[in-house]
């Protein structure tokens, strides 16, 4: 195994299995070429957004020289652009957050009045690995001033940089303790495989009152394993009509208000809750792996162990 560490992240890679960690910054011209001279065609799992679109953008031209473990560009935009799952989402009966992708100037001019800024908070959204909405921490999720004229110009900034207004979006009320997270493994053709649910039991934030985003600030997470079919079942027609295959986990915030399941975004990638995967019996990684080797070699890739959702503690 082998860890790839960029340099604008001190974290170092780490894994009991690390062999090796090497420097690779996750842009074309320096991950592309790196991946096309490893020898023994290893398999390729992306942890970091930036690398996963990468590897995506080129996932055909790679498969000559590793085997990739994430679906191509088109298939993935549907689940990173939010304003793309949202409406997806809605098509297939999971609800959503109220949201709202102005066209032009015009379209926001008309937009901002209609928003109740004094009751509720919004999200401003960019796709990642375009350009974040809050530039001083490159996030992509920036919390929208409550003032109207600010809010316009922090819209406006953005799309100042993106070509583009960002995704608005309405938050969700409730804490982090509300969310529930699908993770899954889904095969090539978009049945998934493994899934369980898991519930956030606390969430440490650097701010206290009001709504503050869990990734702006940093924050630890702490989590258990639960029943939740309905959302399994959300998660399901989700990834099937995305046409999404890989791991992924979708998380969903039921709103205290109504007690019905909101969908909030997809990490299509391993996250902090894989880790309860082995103790589950159900190891995502290995499954993964699994599962692309065998289509690589030519098998149908699906002889994976797991456990039904149901039987998942």
């Known amino acids: 195994m082998i860890g790839v560490e960029r340099d604008d992240v001190l974290q170092r890679a780490f894994s009991r299995h690390l062999h090796t960690r090497v420097r690779v910054n996750p842009t074309p011209e320096a991950l592309v070429p790196f991946l096309e001279t490893q020898s023994g065609h290893p398999v390729v799992m992306a942890l970091d957004d930036d690398y996963l679109i990468t590897a995506s953008k080129h996932v055909e031209?790679?498969?000559?020289?590793?085997?990739?473990?994430?679906?191509?560009?088109?298939?993935?935009?549907?689940?990173?652009?939010?304003?793309?799952?949202?409406?997806?989402?809605?098509?297939?009966?999971?609800?959503?957050?109220?949201?709202?992708?102005?066209?032009?100037?015009?379209?926001?001019?008309?937009?901002?009045?209609t928003l109740d800024l004094g009751r509720r908070e919004y999200l401003l959204k960019t796709v990642p690995g375009t350009v974040p909405a809050e530039a001083s921490n490159g996030r992509y999720t920036k919390i929208a001033s409550a003032d109207a004229a600010t809010f316009e110009a922090e819209c406006r900034e953005i799309a100042a940089r993106l070509g583009e207004f960002p995704l608005i979006a309405e938050v969700v009320p409730g804490d982090a303790m509300h969310c529930i997270g699908v993770c899954m493994l889904v095969d090539h053709s978009q049945t998934p495989v493994i899934a369980y649910a898991i519930k956030r039991l606390r969430l440490f934030?650097?701010?206290?009152?009001?709504?503050?985003?869990?990734?702006?600030?940093?924050?630890?997470?702490?989590?258990?394993?639960v029943h939740d079919d309905e959302a399994i079942d959300a998660a399901t027609r989700l990834v099937r009509a995305t046409g999404y295959v890989?791991?992924?986990?979708?998380?969903f915030r039921r709103d205290p208000r109504t007690g019905r399941l909101m969908l909030l975004k997809a990490d299509p990638r391993f996250v902090r809750s894989t880790s309860l995967s082995t103790a589950l019996g159900l190891d995502l990684p290995t499954a993964l792996y699994r599962l692309f080797v065998e289509r690589a070699q030519g098998g149908a890739g699906s002889a994976i162990t797991g456990a039904h959702p149901s039987d998942v503690p």
């Open 205 to 225: 934030t650097y701010s206290r009152g009001g709504f503050v985003h869990p990734y702006e600030l940093g924050a630890n997470v702490y989590c258990e394993s």
């Open 61 to 113: 031209s790679l498969a000559r020289w590793v085997v990739p473990t994430m679906p191509r560009w088109d298939r993935l935009m549907r689940v990173m652009d939010h304003a793309m799952l949202y409406r997806v989402a809605r098509e297939v009966g999971v609800e959503t957050p109220t949201f709202y992708k102005p066209d032009d100037e015009a379209a926001l001019r008309a937009l901002v009045p």
């Open 246 to 251: 890989g791991v992924i986990t979708i998380e």
